[in-house]
């Protein structure tokens, strides 16, 4: 199942919404999972009415980040350790793995020797990668066998990823590590280039099309436009009000628009990509937003406010919030699936 060709990984992928073959950022109606960083839990919703279903608790937490197969079958989530990036003295070595028909989790994938696994994408094919800060690596996993077949140096200590949907190349970010993303050739298994970011990197995401890489300035509001063909900075767009570079930068599914979180101040941006240098709508969130995920017809976003429990809904035809919910203790990520 996890190794299916990429033909039949795209045929699956078309029963999404059309315009939704961006694997790394899943969408539809089945079901939404939130991972509760600060709760150290699991947490499932009814995807239309915002209600809490169940949950489990992660075992030797706290769970970080999330990745959802192309099949939307399984959810993987990385268990990160008992601290944060730059300070997390007892690092995990295992990614949880989820069945999301059941909502449990039914195995680990053990990534010794390699600790701190954070960034985690898939592609077409199911193939897992994922970073790990610590030992400065980019992992790529069979999830069929559980096993590790390719750990690449990265040069920094990767935080997210960026993996193109054919699994052929992938764009590390190190944070305020390195003055660069890492570009990795995943088909020859090794880093091939270095993307300059003087400030360093924070969100990080693939355009739906493929051509393009959108890097964020982890000190600057600010975020890099990279041709994939190339591996050059073709554009850079200004994130109106934000103070700094915004944490987390996301496609809707229809990709007509994007929608940056600031975990600073609070905001999240909503940007045409008809016109990246055009007018932007500012919406005031919750508390120190980190995750996004956007329902399937591209009409709603949810930001998820790590610093206060909450979810902010979003609509987007209106970019308003119309709605904000309690969700845990401190949400990381989110996804519909």
């Keep these: ?12 992928a078309l029963a999404l919404p059309a315009a939704n073959l961006d694997f790394n950022n899943p969408t539809g109606t089945q079901g939404l999972i939130m991972i509760d960083k600060l709760g150290g839990f699991v947490r499932f919703f009814d995807p239309a009415s915002l209600k809490e279903l169940s949950s489990f608790a992660i075992p030797d937490g706290p769970p970080h980040e999330l990745a959802i197969s192309p099949d939307h079958e399984t ?56 970073t790990c800060d610590l030992s ?8 069929k066998t559980r096993a590790i077949t390719a750990a690449i140096d990265t040069e920094g200590t990767g935080h997210w990823i960026a993996v193109l949907p054919d699994g052929s190349k992938a764009y590390v970010a190190n944070k305020n590590d390195r003055p660069f993303v890492s570009v990795i050739d995943i088909k020859a298994r090794k880093m091939t280039g270095k993307v300059s970011m003087p400030n360093g990197t ?18 600057d509001p600010k975020f890099f436009v990279i041709d994939t063909k190339t591996d050059q900075v073709v554009d850079t767009v200004a994130v109106e009000k934000n ?8 496609y809707s599914p229809d990709g007509l628009k994007l929608v940056t979180c600031d975990d600073q101040q609070g905001l999240a941006n909503i940007i ?17 937003p980190f995750g996004i995920a956007f329902s399937a017809d591209s009409k709603t ?14 609509d987007l035809t209106t970019s308003k919030v119309v709605n904000t919910f309690k969700a845990g203790t401190g949400i990381e990520t989110l996804s519909y699936y």
């Design 1 to 12: 199942m996890f190794r299916k060709t990429l033909g039949l990984a795209v045929i699956a």
């Design 75 to 130: 959810a993987y989530i990385p268990i990160y350790g008992d601290g944060v990036y730059g300070w997390n003295s007892h690092p995990g070595h295992v990614i949880a793995i989820v069945d999301l028909a059941s909502k449990k989790m039914t195995g680990t994938i053990d990534i010794s020797p390699y600790i701190a696994p954070h960034g985690l994408q898939v592609d077409a094919n199911g193939v897992l990668y994922a």
């Design 136 to 143: 400065r690596k980019f992992l790529v996993i069979d999830p």
């Design 202 to 219: 924070q969100g990080i995401t693939v355009s739906p099309d493929e051509k393009s890489v959108l890097a964020v300035d982890y000190k």
């Design 243 to 250: 103070a700094r570079g915004p944490f987390r930068v996301k």
């Design 272 to 288: 045409s990509t008809k016109n990246l240098h055009g007018a932007q709508q500012v919406v005031t969130v919750g508390k120190t």
């Design 301 to 314: 976003a949810l930001v998820s406010n790590h610093g206060d429990g909450t979810i902010s809904v979003i």
